[in-house]
Structures are given as structure tokens and as C-alpha cells.
T-cell receptor, first 114, second 114 residues
Framework: DTAVSQTPKYLVTQMGNDKSIKCEQN?????MYWYKQDSKKFLKIMFS???????INETVPNRFSPKSPDKAHLNLHINSLELGDSAVYFC?????????????FGPGTRLTVT | AQSVTQPDIHITVSEGASLELRCNYS??????LFWYVQSPGQGLQLLLK??????LVQGIKGFEAEFKRSQSSFNLRKPSVHWSDAAEYFC????????????FGTGTRLTIIP
């Protein structure tokens, strides 16, 4: 009964490849997020979706494309992977329609680009 | 734009000693404030949050934090640390709209010595 789950947990791939990370939440939340944590543990927002609508799109290369098929899922597709994309990617969710706004995080996906 | 400063990169305390982790924020209105903990290789777990009301908030695992508007601070405290508290601690600020991003500090790594 995991609240926010991500697959895969680890992803090792070569430069130039295309890969996807999936996220699912079973909390009934209406907003989902992608964060990137770099090697120095710094966390930065990438995208946010509210009810399947993109509401935050930080300065992220357009090689990164999020997709939200429904409120419970938010996937991240990355084209033409680069060495600098190596990081831990966290999915999070929150309830913002009359809710308490705290964000619940998934376990993370460690992406290593070689 | 909102920002968070955690001035201590690394803190070492003895087991059983008290702990205070510092957090200063910058935000133009009343912020939503959070403390998260990240154990090695894990996701982020919410320790506590402040939205409004009582400025001293209690969280899980015996942690508390105090919101001081005059000092733009939200310091985390624990009266007696346990070896299992060793982790990375992140302070975060969110806009008071609810579905906005969280802006994180750079984290404080806590080491516990016997």
C-alpha cells in the first residue's frame, strides 16, 4: 500500500538513449511533481501537474517531457540522455483542493548516464 | 522569489544530546514551511509543517520546530537525539497557494556519535 511509488528504482543507461520513469500515487491527491536531486543533494523542482494540467515548468531542457495520463500518474520521459542528467529524480504528490498542501515523496529513481 | 538557507552543512552531536538545526527563509507573504528528513538511499519523509496558528509545531519522531516571523526562521529541535536520527535534513518553503513548488535549502547532514 505504498503511497507514492516510482519505477524503476535504479536506471543505468548510455548517453544518447531515451528513457522513462514512472510515478503513481494512491493518496487521491490532485497535484504531482518531479524534482531533481543532484550529486550535492540539492533538490529542485522540474515540473508540476494539477489535475493532469501542467502548472509548473521550470527551466528544464525540452529533452525532458512529463506526461500525466490521469491524476494518479505522472511519467517523465527523457530524450538523448546526457552525462549531466545523472541524478536522483523524485516524484511527489499533494492535495491542494482544500487540502493540507504537504508534499509526499516517492523513494526516488537513481539515474546514471555513462 | 522564495529561498531557504540552511547555514550548517554538517552537524555532529552525541547520542542523547539536544539538537537544533537552523533554517532561514525569504518569502514575501506568510510562508508554508516544512522540514523533511532523508535517510541514506531513501526518499524524503515529512517531519513537520507550519501553515498558520501556533508557532511551535510538533512533528514525528520527537521533533519540533518554531516559526519566528521577526527572524524569518524555522529552526528544528529535538531534546535528545538517537543514533537513528542520523540523516540529511531539509527545510523547505512553499507559497501559500497550495499547488506551488517547494523551494528547498541545501540540507544539513546530521552525524550522531556514541
Amino acid at each position: 500500500d505504498t503511497a507514492v511509488s516510482q519505477t524503476p528504482k535504479y536506471l543505468v543507461t548510455q548517453m544518447g538513449n531515451d528513457k522513462s520513469i514512472k510515478c503513481e500515487q494512491n493518496l487521491g491527491h490532485d497535484t504531482m511533481y518531479w524534482y531533481k536531486q543532484d550529486s550535492k543533494k540539492f533538490l529542485k523542482i522540474m515540473f508540476s501537474y494539477n489535475n493532469k494540467e501542467l502548472i509548473i515548468n521550470e527551466t528544464v531542457p525540452n529533452r525532458f517531457s512529463p506526461k500525466s495520463p490521469d491524476k494518479a500518474h505522472l511519467n517523465l520521459h527523457i530524450n538523448s540522455l546526457e552525462l549531466g542528467d545523472s541524478a536522483v529524480y523524485f516524484c511527489a504528490s499533494s492535495l491542494t483542493s482544500g487540502g493540507s498542501y504537504e508534499q509526499y515523496f516517492g523513494p526516488g529513481t537513481r539515474l546514471t548516464v555513462t | 522569489a522564495q529561498s531557504v538557507t540552511q547555514p550548517d552543512i554538517h552537524i555532529t552531536v552525541s547520542e542523547g544530546a539536544s539538537l537544533e538545526l537552523r533554517c532561514n527563509y525569504s518569502y514575501g507573504a506568510t510562508p508554508y514551511l516544512f522540514w523533511y528528513v532523508q535517510s541514506p538511499g531513501q526518499g524524503l519523509q515529512l517531519l513537520l509543517k507550519y501553515f498558520s496558528g501556533d508557532t511551535l509545531v510538533q512533528g514525528i519522531k520527537g521533533f519540533e520546530a518554531e516559526f519566528k516571523r521577526s527572524q524569518s526562521s524555522f529552526n528544528l529541535r529535538k531534546p535528545s537525539v538517537h543514533w537513528s536520527d542520523a540523516a540529511e535534513y531539509f527545510c523547505a518553503v512553499g507559497a501559500s497557494f497550495g499547488n506551488e513548488k517547494l523551494t528547498f535549502g541545501t540540507g544539513t547532514r546530521l552525524t550522531i556519535i556514541p
